[in-house]
């Protein structure tokens, strides 16, 4: 069974930083992509940040430039570093992996809890 595990999350002011992190434990052969996502009160869920395993990085408009996805395949962890941040930015933030627990099986799809993250003065 797999698990992930987010920390991270909390109240900050317009401008400030906050860093969220997301850890897989449990049965894992292999990680493929890995991502952040969020949800705002009243909206959908919205993709942040992703990164292949190879290293690639993908991210949304809104955020770039600001934020910094980045993995430590050793840890089986994925970061999301959030600078600058805005009102706008306030939502639950989920963490999502592509995991494979054999060599020859399938990926599945993994979420963590969600973690709640507030910019407000």
């Known amino acids: 069974q797999v698990q992930l595990a987010e920390s991270g999350g909390g109240l900050v002011q317009p401008g400030g930083s906050l860093r969220l992190s997301c850890a897989a434990s449990?049965?894992?052969?292999?990680?493929?992509?890995m991502g952040w996502y969020r949800q705002a009160p009243g909206k959908q869920r919205e993709l942040v940040a992703d990164i292949t395993s190879g290293g690639s990085t993908n991210y949304a408009e809104s955020v770039k430039g600001r934020f910094t996805i980045s993995r430590d395949n050793a840890k089986n962890t994925v970061y999301l570093q959030m600078n600058s941040l805005k009102p706008d930015d306030t939502a639950v933030y989920y963490c999502?992996?592509?995991?494979?627990?054999?060599?020859?099986?399938?990926?599945?799809?993994?979420w963590g809890q969600g973690n709640q993250v507030t910019v407000s003065s």
């Open positions: 999502q992996m592509w995991i494979k627990i054999r060599r020859y099986v399938y990926q599945y799809e993994y």
């Open positions: 449990g049965s894992i052969f292999f990680i493929n992509g």
